[in-house]
């Protein structure tokens, strides 16, 4: 019963910290059986055994933590197969910290010594049995003294609103989303008055991000005239992400539903492509992971749409596969180049993973979190230098800064550092800017979007700047971003789906099952 007792301390632990809520009744019936065929003798019944009883216990364990489906754990073992050993290297210390390593050895010793004197096992079952009486006293008691609780409030204090039901809620975001569309207008016919839309399309970068590296003070961040501090990124994982702002034109879809055909309208370049635009795309990585470049393709909404090659811009490091990454500006610059020769404005999805974890500066022996600040503050400065390299050129662009989702620099209770599985507000609270590039008004105060909105808002405030060029003569900026539309923030992935709340955010696990954090 050694690996046994093991394991049902390993949960009362897990039960202890908050990271997993037992099926006593399940488990009680689980040990009780351990324990009865623990006599048997015949090495193939033993064999049988061993095999059943871990069959059950490993489906359980995972119920239990809100593990996320299998079918995703078999996506994340074919993608944990192409890293880096030096990858695998940093992560193992995330994984398992030096600490908690020797705590697990501590009570490894501390069990076998208590094993040579006491019945562990004994103790165990016990707590099996005594762990669900108690909570099913403590929630008798809790309901005897809620009457006069809630007497006690009527009395004294106004009504207390009841809990929200967080699947009525969702519905409700889901009906009310499914309405939701952003028209475009057509692009005027002033060549003075026509500008360039640039996506920026950012992996790994959210506010608590910027926080974790202390690079929230970049100029970069001073320099747009059009600042989202409450936007939802939706997303945690890449595809999804690319698929939300292709989408961008519609309102927020079940992740479910990326995977399905889009009504045209819903596609921002198909969006821009009818306003006047010619659209195209770039990367500073070769986009095969995760079937990236096909998940564009298929989603920019305009089929004869080129991928500008990144080929003669330098390698700055290398991706956790170890695939090559362009450098950020040389990248941009050599697009800026070609562009010239395109008449007309021109609308540019540019996707970067220069901040993904796992990444390696060339020539550096950081990890990727201790290279995250240097690596964040150079490609902010890059960005500002394809702002400068455009006005000196005197052309006009919008420039569209949008993360993906966070690096999760920092973690939580139920995440490592660089997990994304669940999608936590400091993961999808990304921050979004909009900068006009050859502007000559009075760009004026940056003008601050600070109510929740997603990018069906950004949508919105592009079809107002393509519909009325902000470059013609007298045009007040803050104008355009009046009355964009709100989005409440739910964050999604396969299985998984978290909400804000009044007092923090709900997630709701792949069984179903929510769960109130602060």
């Given at each position: 019963?050694?690996?046994?007792?093991?394991?049902?301390?390993l949960?009362?632990?897990?039960?202890?910290?908050g990271?997993?809520?037992?099926?006593?009744?399940a488990?009680?019936?689980?040990?009780?059986a351990?324990?009865?065929?623990a006599?048997?003798?015949?090495?193939?019944?033993?064999?049988?055994?061993?095999?059943?009883?871990?069959?059950?216990?490993?489906?359980?364990?995972?119920?239990?933590?809100?593990?996320?489906?299998?079918?995703?754990?078999?996506?994340a073992?074919?993608?944990?197969?192409?890293?880096?050993l030096?990858?695998?290297m940093?992560?193992?210390?995330?994984?398992?910290?030096?600490?908690?390593?020797?705590?697990?050895?501590?009570?490894?010793?501390?069990?076998?010594?208590?094993?040579?004197w006491?019945?562990?096992?004994?103790f165990?079952?016990?707590?099996?049995?005594?762990?669900?009486?108690?909570?099913?006293?403590?929630?008798?008691?809790?309901?005897?003294?809620?009457?006069?609780?809630?007497?006690?409030?009527?009395?004294?204090?106004?009504?207390?609103?009841?809990?929200e039901?967080?699947n009525?809620?969702?519905?409700?975001?889901?009906?009310?989303?499914?309405?939701?569309?952003?028209a475009?207008?057509?692009?005027?016919?002033?060549?003075?008055?026509?500008?360039?839309?640039?996506v920026?399309?950012?992996?790994?970068?959210?506010?608590?991000?910027?926080?974790?590296?202390?690079?929230?003070?970049?100029?970069?961040?001073s320099?747009?005239?059009?600042?989202?501090?409450?936007?939802s990124?939706?997303?945690s994982y890449?595809?999804?992400?690319?698929?939300?702002?292709?989408?961008?034109?519609?309102?927020q879809?079940?992740?479910?539903?990326?995977?399905?055909?889009?009504?045209?309208?819903?596609?921002?370049?198909?969006?821009?492509?009818?306003?006047?635009?010619?659209?195209?795309s770039?990367?500073?990585?070769?986009?095969?992971?995760?079937?990236?470049?096909?998940?564009?393709?298929?989603?920019i909404?305009?089929?004869?749409?080129?991928?500008?090659?990144?080929?003669?811009?330098?390698?700055?490091?290398?991706?956790?596969?170890?695939?090559?990454?362009?450098d950020?500006?040389?990248?941009?610059?050599n697009?800026?180049?070609q562009?010239?020769?395109?008449?007309?404005?021109?609308?540019?999805?540019?996707?970067?993973?220069?901040?993904?974890?796992?990444?390696?500066?060339?020539?550096?022996?950081?990890?990727?979190?201790d290279?995250?600040?240097?690596?964040?503050?150079?490609?902010?400065?890059?960005?500002?230098?394809l702002?400068?390299?455009?006005?000196?050129?005197?052309?006009?662009?919008?420039?569209?800064?949008?993360p993906?989702?966070?690096?999760a620099?920092?973690?939580?209770?139920?995440?490592?550092?660089?997990?994304?599985e669940?999608p936590?507000?400091?993961?999808v609270?990304?921050?979004?800017?909009?900068?006009?590039?050859?502007?000559?008004?009075?760009?004026?105060?940056?003008?601050?979007?600070?109510?929740?909105t997603?990018?069906?808002?950004?949508?919105?405030?592009?079809?107002?700047?393509?519909?009325?060029?902000?470059?013609?003569?007298?045009?007040t900026?803050?104008?355009?971003?009046a009355?964009?539309?709100?989005t409440?923030?739910?964050?999604?992935?396969?299985?998984?789906?978290?909400?804000?709340?009044a007092?923090?955010?709900?997630?709701?696990?792949?069984?179903?099952?929510?769960?109130?954090?602060?």
């Amino acid at each position: 019963m050694t690996f046994w007792n093991l394991y049902f301390i390993l949960k009362f632990a897990l039960f202890a910290t908050g990271h997993l809520q037992p099926f006593w009744l399940a488990n009680l019936a689980f040990a009780v059986a351990l324990v009865a065929s623990a006599p048997i003798r015949s090495r193939a019944w033993r064999i049988v055994r061993q095999v059943v009883a871990i069959a059950i216990a490993v489906p359980l364990l995972a119920r239990e933590l809100h593990a996320p489906p299998l079918a995703r754990l078999a996506e994340a073992a074919r993608e944990v197969s192409t890293f880096r050993l030096d990858y695998w290297m940093e992560l193992l210390p995330r994984l398992l910290p030096p600490v908690l390593a020797l705590a697990i050895v501590g009570v490894l010793i501390v069990y076998f010594i208590v094993n040579r004197w006491l019945r562990v096992a004994t103790f165990v079952v016990a707590v099996l049995i005594v762990m669900p009486l108690w909570q099913a006293g403590s929630g008798l008691m809790a309901r005897v003294a809620a009457p006069a609780q809630t007497q006690a409030n009527a009395a004294g204090a106004a009504r207390v609103d009841q809990p929200e039901d967080h699947n009525a809620a969702l519905a409700t975001f889901r009906a009310q989303e499914s309405q939701r569309q952003v028209a475009f207008g057509h692009l005027g016919s002033d060549p003075a008055a026509q500008f360039d839309v640039i996506v920026l399309h950012i992996c790994s970068l959210s506010w608590d991000d910027l926080d974790a590296a202390k690079v929230r003070n970049h100029p970069m961040l001073s320099h747009f005239d059009y600042l989202f501090t409450n936007f939802s990124t939706a997303a945690s994982y890449s595809g999804p992400a690319a698929i939300r702002v292709l989408r961008a034109s519609c309102g927020q879809e079940a992740h479910a539903d990326l995977y399905k055909p889009a009504p045209q309208q819903c596609h921002l370049f198909s969006q821009l492509a009818g306003a006047g635009y010619t659209v195209q795309s770039l990367l500073n990585h070769d986009g095969h992971f995760d079937n990236f470049l096909q998940v564009v393709h298929d989603n920019i909404g305009v089929a004869d749409a080129p991928m500008i090659s990144n080929a003669a811009a330098p390698v700055a490091m290398h991706a956790f596969d170890g695939s090559a990454i362009k450098d950020d500006y040389s990248t941009l610059a050599n697009w800026y180049a070609q562009r010239a020769a395109v008449p007309g404005p021109v609308a540019l999805y540019y996707n970067t993973i220069s901040l993904h974890d796992g990444n390696r500066v060339v020539g550096s022996a950081l990890t990727s979190i201790d290279s995250y600040p240097q690596r964040a503050t150079k490609m902010m400065t890059d960005f500002d230098r394809l702002a400068d390299l455009i006005a000196q050129s005197g052309r006009r662009a919008v420039i569209v800064f949008v993360p993906e989702h966070g690096a999760a620099l920092r973690g939580d209770k139920n995440q490592v550092a660089g997990l994304r599985e669940i999608p936590t507000p400091r993961i999808v609270h990304g921050p979004v800017g909009v900068r006009l590039v050859g502007f000559t008004g009075n760009h004026g105060a940056t003008t601050v979007i600070d109510q929740p909105t997603s990018f069906l808002a950004l949508a919105q405030l592009l079809s107002n700047l393509v519909s009325n060029s902000p470059f013609k003569p007298g045009a007040t900026l803050a104008q355009y971003a009046a009355d964009l539309p709100r989005t409440r923030m739910v964050g999604e992935n396969e299985g998984t789906v978290t909400m804000q709340t009044a007092a923090g955010y709900a997630v709701k696990t792949p069984d179903g099952v929510w769960i109130d954090e602060q």
